[in-house]
């Protein structure tokens, strides 16, 4: 079965720091996504992303976080200046588009830990 | 969106069969209802998508009575590696709606 790569698994980074989270969805799909999941907790949508644009956003999704799909692969989540509460698993996911309802592919996730 | 509510956790034996119901009174009548696995450290993963009556596939069957208020998932002769939450969503991705929201979960402990 296709899959969702993300990159890199783990991240560490400094408080105020920029980090960028890479995904490569599956090759056919054209919706992307981004949710996270804080430990223990739900997981929780961020972003959809469609025809090089964002579709839908949820609050979370704030000024600090932007996607980018820089070429015909890769789809990156962005956080301009971490905080200590971006500490959680980003997973990234992709569906095809053919009209009706699709299932979600997610990726195994890169879990970012800010200190 | 719909609101789903699902138990926090159950708990099952090897061999056993495991009926995991979810709530969702306020389901819209475009709506599909889909089930997700999460292993730890792992992204979800798709199961089975519903829409009424029944739904079987290699891993699962989705029972959606007339109103479809609710659905239960129905694991048959669950084992050890069936240990995960599970996520009941509602809702619609299509060209115009874009956005699948998690519940809390169902976390399913299998014991030997």
């Known amino acids: 079965e296709p899959e969702v790569t993300q990159t890199p698994s783990h991240q560490v980074t400094q408080m105020g720091q920029e980090v960028i989270l890479r995904c490569v969805p599956i090759s056919n799909h054209l919706y992307f996504y981004w949710y996270r999941q804080i430990l223990g907790q739900k997981v929780e949508f961020l972003v959809s992303?469609?025809?090089?644009?964002?579709?839908?956003k949820s609050e979370i999704f704030d000024d600090q976080f932007s996607v980018e799909r820089p070429d015909g692969s890769n789809f990156t989540l962005k956080i301009r200046s971490t905080k200590l509460e971006d500490s959680a698993m980003y997973f990234c996911?992709?569906?095809?588009?053919?009209?009706?309802?699709?299932?979600?592919?997610f990726g195994s996730g890169t879990q970012l830990s800010v200190l | 969106l719909a609101k789903t509510t699902q138990p926090i956790s159950m708990d099952s034996y090897e061999g056993q069969e495991v009926n995991i119901t979810c709530s969702h009174n306020n389901i819209a009548t475009n709506d599909y209802i889909t089930w997700y696995q999460q292993f730890p450290s792992q992204g979800p993963r798709f199961i089975i998508q519903g829409y009424k009556t029944k739904v079987t596939n290699e891993v699962a069957s989705l029972f959606i009575p007339a109103d479809r208020k609710s659905s239960t998932l129905s694991l048959p002769r669950v084992s050890l590696s069936d240990t995960a939450v599970y996520y009941c969503?509602?809702?619609?991705?299509?060209?115009?709606?874009?956005?699948?929201?998690f519940g809390g979960g169902t976390r399913l402990m299998v014991k030997p």
């Open positions: 996911a992709s569906r095809r588009q053919d009209g009706t309802n699709e299932k979600l592919f």
């Open positions: 992303f469609y025809n090089n644009e964002i579709s839908e």
């Open positions: 969503l509602v809702g619609l991705l299509n060209n115009a709606g874009n956005m699948l929201t």
